[in-house]
């Protein structure tokens, strides 16, 4: 018999065709990935496999151990407050072409889920508290991502707005909250984007998940939108076989499957519990998926691969620069000057984030960042532009760290070089005739081996050990504590030394995804200045674990050193270096230990001694200027002591170039808030109504979100949401609107008052003169960005349909209502900004529905 050649597969699929060749079988299997990063192939028909990857942050590819290295962008409400659809648009293009260069036809993102409250663990991976502006920045990076032939999978659908109980609990709100709220993000996506795959979200609303909510997913989706392209599951998030099938969630992710295995499914469909027609409908969603995946023209044999170029690294210092939001400047304090101008002048950079790179948040949105230039590095690298007239001195002030930090950037490997070895093994250590079969170089010690795999090993086999080690060199005598947390067991040893066991005793504790490992177990040992200590991590893998016995495949281990020191003491060492000191950069915030999928922050404060620190330093010295890394609002309690304030997100691979960039007026600050920051937690409308109760969460403030509720009760915020200061001053003026019952257009002048070059937002406000209901203060509807020259005017023009800058969702005609009236047109730099004001009339009510 002559052996069969697989034929190549065509440029595309003929569908129907291919629906009347599949077995019955074979369209079952087509409906929930092989694995975790692929959906099915079907040889017999050349009917490829798609490859997906996370995600929102970067394209990771489809490893979590020992990944290729990935560009990682600036957080969603990061790019969202450069308020900029063009860099939008840019950052989307980045990503589908490294999206190529990993192998991925599908990117995970981007996330459009509403910044509901502060606390909500997802917030930085969203973009914003109002649904048009993170509409629009989802609009344009799914545009971006498939200029290139990639496909973008919008997410989370929809109202996946906490981590907690997130897969179970039922979110109670109005049809009127959805639609205006929650829905509109996606609803303009879909308007002007139409990503090709959309990903549901974990929760239930009104009583029902949404991955088989007939309801929204095939009523409204499908029908009322028009939606043809496919709709996956996010990851374990199906609950059900035939109601999620009847609903039209075409793919459950990832596989094996546990809700669609062959037998069930086909008992279902041969008892007529499960409609043929269904079983065809879905498998044709995602021949569709492939025909689009083909477009990219990914190889089958493509090995990931990074992009180190200038060009990337261009863009991504670009957006961080603009995501930065300057918003505090009294005296004018920023910007710092890189030359002394009387002598030698002295720069303290003090705090927890000043040496660290806090490049993302944490969860399915983080990766291994091909660079990270931390804070220090960025604003080290402008004094030597200089000339070194201005000297830094450092202090670290404050602890960060959920757990002990992560040395894999200290310690020492065996190449000489900064990192880990790591050895692995089919035995336990002390096994006579060990056999050792793969080696790495690791640059972190938070490892998760989840997906780790080797062909050393039988298929499914999970048992495995790893030694991993590295030389310690303490900067400093005293005594070190070391850590050590698993999913598996773990000994950490010193020079041959026990100093952490967690293997013969593990307490549950919340490490690794969704808070599946160990606690950390701490132990102590005195280390001398300069000496070389050897440190080996024995690793066992999941198997070994005497917790869980369902740990994540090979499980993993996250181990630390740091020297010990009370909050005191390190407050008092930050508070001599600030006294020396001309000025003060204090670079605080929080990291992906604390803002995370899997878990909602349980306060809006800053962790541990920060505020102490803060008002130590403010104490000593007046000329302090506060760095924030945030996905979201934190706590200020501090505010009106510092002279400067700057927002700078979780900024990605050029994080510390960026914050150098705008403290030394290299870039003139144009970032505006993606969302209100409130003076405390209790301010913010969703206070009473967060996180699960028995498994339901009301969303009482109903369509009052963010600026929307802050205005309409009086409550005045922090920093208002849009608010964002320069180095120079801009003004708005001779506003034009043009109306034609269907378009408004609004033409400004912006006119740059200053002596700086620089860029403004313009932002547009609707609001109704006379309502039949109730309704916000004013809704944002469009807005644009512009560079002027100093001295200099420019145009910008701003347009929105009248139906879209009008409508409210009528719960009684379950329709959109544009009601006939006035309306004003609020135009300024800030919500609560707005110098220029016009109005309009409509001519008549109507009602819609549709995109």
Same mark, same amino acid.
């Given at each position: 018999?002559?052996?069969?050649?697989?034929?190549?597969?065509?440029?595309?699929?003929?569908?129907?065709?291919?629906?009347?060749?599949?077995?019955?079988?074979?369209?079952?299997?087509?409906?929930?990935?092989?694995?975790?990063?692929?959906?099915?192939?079907?040889?017999?028909?050349?009917?490829?496999?798609?490859?997906?990857?996370?995600?929102?942050?970067?394209?990771?590819?489809?490893?979590?151990?020992?990944? !290729?290295?990935?560009?990682?962008?600036?957080?969603?409400?990061?790019?969202?407050?450069?308020?900029?659809?063009? !860099?939008?648009?840019?950052?989307?293009?980045?990503?589908?072409?490294?999206?190529?260069?990993?192998?991925?036809?599908?990117?995970?993102?981007?996330?459009?889920?509403?910044?509901?409250?502060?606390?909500?663990?997802?917030?930085?991976?969203?973009?914003?508290?109002?649904?048009?502006?993170?509409?629009?920045?989802?609009?344009?990076?799914?545009?971006?991502?498939?200029?290139?032939?990639?496909?973008?999978?919008?997410?989370?659908?929809?109202?996946?707005?906490?981590?907690?109980?997130?897969?179970?609990?039922?979110?109670?709100?109005?049809?009127?909250?959805?639609?205006?709220?929650?829905?509109?993000?996606?609803?303009?996506?879909?308007?002007?984007?139409?990503?090709?795959?959309?990903?549901?979200? #974990?929760?239930?609303?009104?009583?029902?998940?949404?991955?088989?909510?007939?309801?929204?997913?095939?009523?409204?989706?499908?029908?009322?939108?028009?939606?043809?392209?496919?709709?996956?599951?996010?990851?374990?998030?199906?609950?059900?076989?035939?109601?999620?099938?009847?609903?039209?969630?075409?793919?459950?992710?990832?596989?094996?499957?546990?809700?669609?295995?062959?037998?069930?499914?086909?008992?279902?469909?041969?008892?007529?519990?499960?409609?043929?027609?269904?079983?065809?409908?879905?498998?044709?969603?995602?021949?569709?998926?492939?025909?689009?995946?083909?477009?990219?023209?990914?190889?089958?044999?493509?090995?990931?691969?990074?992009?180190?170029?200038?060009?990337?690294?261009?863009?991504?210092?670009?957006?961080?620069?603009?995501?930065?939001?300057?918003?505090?400047?009294?005296?004018?304090?920023?910007?710092?000057?890189?030359?002394?101008?009387?002598?030698?002048?002295?720069?303290?950079?003090?705090?927890?984030?000043?040496?660290?790179?806090?490049?993302? *948040?944490?969860? %399915?949105?983080?990766?291994?960042?091909?660079?990270?230039?931390?804070?220090?590095?960025?604003?080290?690298?402008?004094?030597?532009?200089?000339?070194?007239?201005?000297?830094?001195?450092?202090?670290?002030?404050?602890?960060?760290?959920?757990?002990?930090?992560?040395?894999?950037?200290?310690?020492?490997?065996?190449?000489?070089?900064?990192?880990?070895?790591?050895?692995?093994?089919?035995?336990?250590?002390?096994?006579?005739?060990?056999?050792?079969?793969?080696?790495?170089?690791?640059?972190?010690?938070?490892?998760?081996?989840?997906?780790?795999?080797?062909?050393?090993?039988?298929?499914?086999?999970?048992?495995?050990?790893?030694?991993?080690?590295?030389?310690?060199?303490?900067?400093?005598?005293?005594?070190?504590?070391?850590?050590?947390?698993?999913?598996?067991?773990?000994?950490?040893?010193?020079?041959?030394?026990?100093?952490?066991?967690?293997?013969?005793?593990?307490?549950?504790?919340?490490?690794?995804?969704?808070?599946?490992?160990?606690?950390?177990?701490?132990?102590?040992?005195?280390?001398?200045?300069?000496?070389?200590?050897?440190?080996?991590?024995?690793?066992? %893998?999941?198997?070994?674990?005497?917790?869980?016995?369902?740990?994540?495949?090979?499980?993993?281990?996250?181990?630390?050193?740091?020297?010990?020191?009370?909050?005191?003491?390190?407050?008092?060492?930050?508070?001599?270096?600030?006294?020396?000191?001309?000025?003060?950069?204090?670079?605080?915030?929080?990291?992906?230990?604390?803002?995370?999928?899997?878990?909602?922050?349980?306060?809006?404060?800053?962790?541990?001694?920060?505020?102490?620190?803060?008002?130590?330093?403010?104490?000593?010295?007046?000329?302090?200027?506060? !760095?924030?890394?945030?996905?979201?609002?934190?706590?200020?309690?501090?505010?009106?002591?510092?002279?400067?304030?700057?927002?700078?997100? #979780?900024?990605?691979?050029?994080?510390?170039?960026?914050?150098?960039?705008?403290?030394?007026?290299?870039?003139?600050?144009?970032?505006?808030?993606?969302?209100?920051?409130?003076?405390?937690?209790?301010?913010?409308?969703?206070?009473?109504?967060?996180?699960?109760?028995?498994?339901?969460?009301?969303?009482?403030?109903?369509?009052?979100?963010?600026?929307?509720?802050?205005?309409? !009760? *009086?409550?005045?915020?922090?920093?208002?949401?849009?608010?964002?200061?320069?180095?120079?001053?801009?003004?708005?003026?001779?506003?034009?609107?043009?109306?034609?019952?269907?378009?408004?257009?609004?033409?400004?002048?912006?006119?740059?008052?200053?002596?700086?070059?620089?860029?403004?937002?313009?932002?547009?406000?609707?609001?109704?003169?006379?309502?039949?209901?109730?309704?916000?203060?004013?809704?944002?509807?469009?807005?644009?960005?512009?560079?002027?020259?100093?001295?200099?005017?420019?145009?910008?023009?701003?347009?929105?349909?009248?139906?879209?800058?009008?409508?409210?969702?009528?719960?009684?005609?379950?329709?959109?209502?544009?009601?006939?009236?006035?309306?004003?047109?609020?135009?300024?730099?800030?919500?609560?900004?707005?110098?220029?004001?016009?109005?309009?009339?409509?001519?008549?009510?109507?009602?819609?529905?549709?995109?």
């Amino acid at each position: 018999m002559t052996p069969s050649v697989k034929q190549p597969v065509p440029k595309e699929l003929d569908i129907e065709y291919l629906i009347e060749q599949l077995t019955i079988e074979e369209k079952v299997s087509l409906l929930a990935g092989k694995d975790f990063w692929h959906t099915q192939n079907i040889d017999r028909l050349n009917i490829p496999s798609v490859r997906v990857s996370d995600g929102p942050n970067g394209i990771r590819g489809t490893k979590f151990f020992n990944s !290729v290295p990935s560009n990682c962008f600036p957080c969603g409400t990061g790019l969202a407050a450069t308020f900029n659809k063009e !860099v939008l648009l840019q950052a989307g293009e980045l990503m589908g072409k490294e999206a190529k260069m990993k192998g991925a036809h599908v990117i995970l993102g981007p996330t459009c889920n509403i910044v509901r409250s502060p606390l909500g663990g997802r917030a930085f991976e969203s973009y914003s508290e109002d649904p048009v502006l993170s509409g629009h920045a989802a609009a344009n990076v799914v545009k971006g991502i498939q200029n290139q032939n990639v496909v973008a999978c919008l997410k989370h659908f929809v109202a996946n707005d906490q981590e907690h109980e997130r897969k179970a609990v039922d979110e109670i709100m109005t049809e009127r909250a959805l639609r205006e709220i929650y829905l509109k993000p996606f609803h303009i996506a879909m308007r002007d984007a139409y990503p090709k795959a959309l990903m549901t979200a #974990y929760n239930k609303i009104n009583g029902v998940h949404v991955s088989q909510n007939k309801k929204i997913l095939q009523d409204l989706l499908r029908g009322e939108w028009g939606y043809t392209g496919t709709v996956m599951s996010d990851w374990h998030g199906v609950y059900s076989t035939k109601e999620s099938l009847d609903a039209g969630l075409n793919l459950e992710m990832p596989g094996p499957t546990r809700f669609r295995q062959q037998v069930p499914t086909l008992h279902a469909i041969q008892t007529n519990e499960i409609h043929t027609d269904v079983i065809d409908d879905n498998a044709r969603a995602i021949l569709r998926l492939v025909n689009e995946s083909l477009k990219a023209g990914i190889p089958d044999d493509v090995i990931e691969s990074p992009n180190p170029t200038k060009e990337a690294s261009d863009l991504l210092r670009k957006a961080g620069d603009e995501s930065i939001v300057l918003l505090k400047n009294e005296n004018n304090i920023l910007p710092l000057s890189k030359t002394a101008v009387k002598g030698q002048e002295k720069i303290a950079v003090i705090g927890p984030n000043a040496k660290a790179a806090q490049d993302s *948040g944490g969860g %399915s949105a983080s990766l291994n960042a091909a660079y990270k230039i931390t804070p220090y590095e960025g604003i080290e690298s402008k004094i030597i532009e200089g000339g070194n007239s201005v000297s830094l001195d450092y202090s670290l002030g404050a602890f960060l760290d959920r757990n002990l930090p992560d040395v894999g950037n200290t310690l020492i490997n065996e190449e000489g070089k900064k990192g880990i070895t790591a050895k692995f093994y089919k035995q336990a250590p002390g096994a006579a005739d060990r056999e050792h079969f793969e080696t790495f170089t690791l640059s972190t010690s938070k490892i998760f081996l989840s997906d780790y795999k080797s062909k050393h090993l039988k298929p499914g086999q999970l048992l495995f050990y790893a030694d991993f080690h590295g030389i310690y060199i303490p900067d400093e005598t005293g005594d070190y504590e070391f850590g050590a947390s698993c999913l598996g067991t773990a000994q950490l040893f010193v020079d041959d030394e026990l100093v952490v066991d967690n293997k013969t005793k593990q307490v549950k504790g919340d490490a690794f995804f969704l808070g599946l490992g160990t606690r950390e177990e701490r132990g102590v040992k005195k280390l001398e200045k300069g000496k070389k200590y050897n440190i080996r991590v024995e690793f066992g %893998s999941s198997p070994t674990f005497t917790l869980n016995k369902a740990a994540l495949e090979g499980g993993g281990v996250f181990f630390g050193i740091r020297m010990i020191s009370t909050a005191e003491a390190a407050i008092a060492k930050a508070v001599a270096v600030a006294k020396e000191a001309d000025k003060v950069i204090l670079v605080v915030g929080i990291s992906k230990e604390w803002e995370s999928e899997g878990f909602d922050r349980p306060t809006m404060d800053i962790p541990g001694a920060t505020n102490e620190l803060v008002d130590a330093i403010t104490a000593v010295n007046k000329n302090v200027i506060v !760095v924030n890394q945030s996905g979201s609002p934190v706590t200020l309690p501090w505010i009106n002591k510092v002279q400067g304030f700057v927002q700078a997100w #979780y900024g990605g691979n050029e994080l510390g170039n960026t914050i150098a960039d705008v403290l030394f007026g290299d870039y003139n600050p144009s970032g505006k808030l993606s969302m209100t920051f409130p003076k405390r937690l209790q301010d913010n409308p969703s206070y009473l109504n967060f996180a699960s109760t028995h498994g339901q969460v009301l969303y009482g403030e109903d369509i009052y979100v963010g600026y929307r509720y802050y205005e309409k !009760v *009086g409550v005045e915020p922090l920093f208002p949401f849009g608010y964002g200061l320069s180095y120079t001053t801009f003004e708005l003026k001779d506003l034009v609107v043009e109306y034609d019952q269907e378009i408004i257009n609004a033409k400004v002048s912006v006119v740059n008052t200053g002596k700086v070059d620089g860029a403004e937002v313009v932002q547009l406000y609707v609001s109704q003169v006379n309502p039949s209901i109730n309704r916000p203060v004013k809704e944002l509807k469009d807005f644009g960005k512009v560079f002027v020259k100093a001295g200099e005017t420019k145009t910008l023009e701003l347009s929105v349909s009248v139906k879209e800058a009008t409508s409210f969702w009528n719960g009684y005609k379950n329709k959109w209502q544009s009601e006939k009236g006035k309306y004003k047109i609020s135009v300024g730099n800030s919500s609560d900004n707005i110098t220029l004001e016009d109005e309009f009339e409509t001519s008549k009510t109507y009602f819609w529905l549709g995109l």
